[in-house]
């Protein structure tokens, strides 16, 4: 990892005197954040601010990234999870951490769109979930098909929680 930054080989210990676990506890955390912040750029940008709309757009960012730059990236807070879950605490809660990161904007902003807060928490963990699922088959495929299914499947199911007197978009 030094090596590859072309750093002085002290520079990991000193910026990360927690070692390896460090690093990735902190790109994670950006991760998550970054990922959170996302969810309030892609609602600014809907044209018609439904949940349904707000969950395609955060498929499309993978669909145009699959069909642009190939299928080798993918979520680095899956990716975390799957290598250290079993064998680090610090870095599993890390990562749970930054998924609750993501989902509590997700959870607000379906509020901004409609759906009661005894739903909105719950819609966020599946959407969060399906996203992931479908990002891991796509990559497995190498084919965008699971994020379009997601969205064709779940597209309804999300709109349909709205309560119309609710909506303050």
Known sequence: MVAHAEAPRGSLQHYFPGGKDQLIAEAVTWAGDYAARRVARFAAKLEDPTPGNLF??????????????????????????ADTAATSDSLREAVGK????????????????????????????????????????????????????VVAELRPLLDGAVDRRRRRV
């Open 56 to 81: 395609a757009a955060m498929a499309a960012q993978w669909t145009d990234e699959f069909t642009t730059s190939g299928f080798d990236a993918g979520c680095p807070l899956v990716a975390t999870v």
């Open 98 to 149: 930054a998924f609750e990161g993501w989902q509590r904007p997700v959870a607000a902003t379906l509020e901004q769109f409609g759906v009661p807060p005894a739903r909105s928490a719950s819609l966020a963990v599946l959407m969060l979930s399906a996203l992931e699922g479908a990002i891991v088959l796509a990559r497995a495929h190498q084919d965008v098909a699971p994020l379009e299914t």
